[in-house]
């Protein structure tokens, strides 16, 4: 099991940028995969990115594509996700999601706030 610590939430206005952090301890992102998801007060939690860490393959929600990046640094076992053009509607918990195979997640961290203002 790997713990995930997400970082990098806050404040911003619509138009800029954001970047959010994921941190992982007792484990190496190396294989399976990984992925941010985001829940928005009385809505459910959807995914925004994933990447197959196998590949590097990616995936991106259709509202977000062309807007966020997702991408990893070995190095300091992180995976980021790039948030520029951000919008109001962007405003939400977001989560890091990391699992064993591509779209299945086993370890959570507990969410970093991002509020959009118009």
């Known amino acids: 099991q790997v713990q995930l610590l997400e970082s990098g939430g806050g404040l911003v206005q619509a138009g800029g940028s954001r970047r959010l952090s994921c941190a992982a301890s007792?484990?190496?992102?190396?294989?399976?995969?990984v992925a941010w998801f985001r829940q928005a007060p009385g809505k459910e939690r959807d995914i925004v990115a994933a990447?197959?860490?196998?590949?590097?393959?990616?995936y991106y929600a259709d509202s977000v594509k062309g807007r966020f990046t997702i991408s990893r640094d070995n190095a300091k076992n992180t995976v980021t996700l790039q948030m520029n053009s951000l919008k109001p509607e962007d405003t939400a918990v977001y989560y890091c999601?990391?699992?064993?195979?591509?779209?299945?997640?086993?370890?959570w961290g507990q969410g970093t706030q991002v509020t959009v203002s118009s």
């Open positions: 990447m197959r860490l196998g590949d590097g393959r990616t």
């Open positions: 007792g484990g190496t992102l190396d294989n399976g995969g």
């Open positions: 999601a990391a699992g064993l195979g591509w779209f299945t997640y086993n370890d």
